[in-house]
């Protein structure tokens, strides 16, 4: 292993406590302290853990994978118009490097289950086709199902409207009458809505109940809510259905859903 010391006002900085400038200023008001005892300088090596800041250890120094639990009306986007999921979290993480970023996206009119992290490999393996990762939806739908869904969906022949390449094949289960699950392996703008525009239909609702064997109604988040994951755990989780072997292990910081700390 090597040396994981690094400079206090450069790891604070990263981490969304303020400019190296800000950081400057608290060492001298005395917020930040190092192994026990007053930081002298922004410009000393230190490791992550045996810094205080206002005498609370560090906001997740080794990085930040979140579950979360995405609502109705907000926008997953660290710019756009309107509403953002960011606001649900706390302002200091918006400032961090690598930024938190969500693997990823849900529409607007959609909620349910959001993985965020600032591990672009993990975001990487969570989206990318090819590894495979199920995502699965709820859909309420505006007529009733014709019965031909699943064979459609199936087939690997579906192209939406504006798109010359088909679909990878989907999978389907009715739920009622007006409403189904939908299983996709890939991700591409409104997908499920413009499946069953395809299909002849029209989603009224939709939800993310699940990524791979991760399930939001096993997560215990309410909408807006949040929780801080291990990446290993996660990733454990999301191949729990495809893979044999794995063991369940326990989530690492499990605060209160959508509140800090
Ligand atoms: N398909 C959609 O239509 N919307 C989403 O947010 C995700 C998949």
């Not at 739920?175 to 809505?193: D, F, Q, S």
Request: aromatic share 6%.
């Amino acid at each position: 292993m090597g040396d994981a010391r690094e400079r206090l006002d450069r790891l604070l900085s990263r981490l969304g406590y303020g400019s190296r400038r800000d950081i400057a200023r608290y060492v001298r008001q005395g917020k930040v302290e190092v192994a026990g005892g007053p930081a002298r300088t922004g410009a000393m090596r230190v490791h992550p853990a045996e810094v205080r800041f206002d005498g609370t250890p560090l906001d997740h120094p080794d990085g930040l994978t979140v579950v979360y639990h995405k609502p109705v009306g907000s926008v997953c986007s660290h710019r756009e118009q309107g509403r953002l999921i960011y606001e649900d979290f706390p302002p200091r993480w918006l400032r961090r490097r690598p930024v938190l970023a969500s693997a990823g996206r849900l529409d607007k009119n959609t909620s349910g289950l959001l993985v965020l992290s600032d591990d672009g490999a993990l975001n990487h393996r969570l989206t990318s086709p090819r590894h495979a990762v199920a995502k699965v939806y709820h859909a309420r739908l505006a007529r009733p199902l014709r019965g031909d869904e699943a064979e459609r969906l199936a087939s690997g022949r579906m192209v939406l409207a504006g798109e010359d390449k088909p679909c990878l094949p989907a999978g389907f289960r009715a739920l009622g009458a007006c409403a189904a699950e939908v299983t996709v392996y890939e991700g591409r703008y409104h997908l499920v809505r413009r499946l069953f525009a395809a299909l002849g239909n029209h989603v009224v609702a939709l939800q993310r109940i699940a990524i791979g064997g991760l399930r939001l109604d096993e997560l215990d988040l309410v909408p807006g809510g949040w929780r801080v994951v291990a990446r290993e755990w996660l990733w454990q989780r999301v191949n729990l259905h495809t893979r044999h072997h794995c063991h369940d292990a326990d989530a690492a910081d499990a605060g209160p859903s959508g509140a800090e700390g």
